[in-house]
């Protein structure tokens, strides 16, 4: 049975009092005797003999009663949400200006790992080159190997003789230290596990530093464009091609003078044409520094010897790609070009 509510309880007294009787109230309620008799009792007992409340509750919200109006909620997260997708649609193929007249480079640095487990010989060599004129910077990610701070790979961590302190330290120094003009700066999954604000906000009106993938055009001042999907990761991968996932993205999504991968530590790089598409393009698996791998070692992954970086060269008059998987080779073309 549903308990009575105040207003039943109100009703069934002022019905007693109106027709006299218990029997009048029950037949006009349409229930028995015994229960109107019953009923009243009750209503007595809440209410008193006159049917009006001796004490006065106030009323709680109970449940979010310390919250905010759930029609401003809404109208926050509508505005939120606009924002992220303007947000979001200026960074689709968003646009660097490179004033360059003459052929220049970009010389992808693959994951860095910056920490113990980087091949320092090799990242110096790169660096040294992405000083040279004509010569900029992009990173795909994982600038450090910023282990979480709980969970399973917080042991990975505890056994490097490493802080995050130190790891910031480092990161700050690639970007600002180390000589480079950086064009692109992708954050990898490593990334978010430090944080990636403190990237964000260390590359803020010097760098793009864009969440795991950036699509973007270089514009020449004759007007030619030169189209690039950078991604740290993507979705895919074959015994068979190291380029696998890179080539998907190349099928099945937009156009681009060059598709470049980094995160899983291999190397691949050839020039891919598309004939159903009257095109071609460059698909590039960029290896990354790190080294001497535990993950590598225990889950039988061999550690490529190539392409660490991958120097892009770029022709301004036409917005045309020429790729290299030895950037110092690359350096020397460059040079050759430029003169």
Known sequence: MNPLTDETCRQTIEAVERLGSIAEAAKEFGIARQTMQDRLRVAKARLGETGSKMVEMPTFVIDGDEEEDINDLLKRFRKSHDLKAKAAAERNWFEIRVKETKPYAMLWFGDPHLGPHCLWPVLERHIAIARQDGVYGANVGDTTDSWPWTGRMARLWAENDISHK??????????????????????????????????????????????????????????????????????????????????????????????????????????????????????????????????????????????????????????????????????????????
């Open 166 to 339: 130190t790891e910031r330290r480092l990161a700050e120094w690639f970007m600002f230290g180390a000589g480079i003009h950086w064009l692109i700066w992708l954050i990898g999954n490593h990334d978010e596990w430090n944080n990636t604000e403190f990237y964000k906000k260390l590359g803020a009106y010097t760098v793009p530093v864009i969440d795991w993938r950036a699509k973007f055009t270089l514009v020449h001042n004759n007007g030619s464009k030169t189209r690039i999907d950078a991604a740290h990761g993507r979705k895919g991968s074959s015994i068979y091609n190291p380029t696998h996932a890179t080539l998907r993205e190349a099928k099945f999504g937009e156009e681009a003078a060059l598709f470049i991968t980094g995160h899983t530590h291999n190397f691949g790089l050839f020039e891919y044409e598309m004939p159903e598409r009257k095109t071609h393009t460059w698909l590039a698996q960029v290896r990354g520094f790190k080294t001497l791998d535990h993950y590598a070692l225990v889950n039988g992954f061999p550690e490529s010897g190539k392409g660490h970086s991958i120097m892009s060269v770029i022709f301004p008059e036409t917005g045309k790609v020429q790729c290299f998987s030895d950037p110092e080779e690359g350096a020397d073309y460059l040079k050759w070009l430029r003169r």
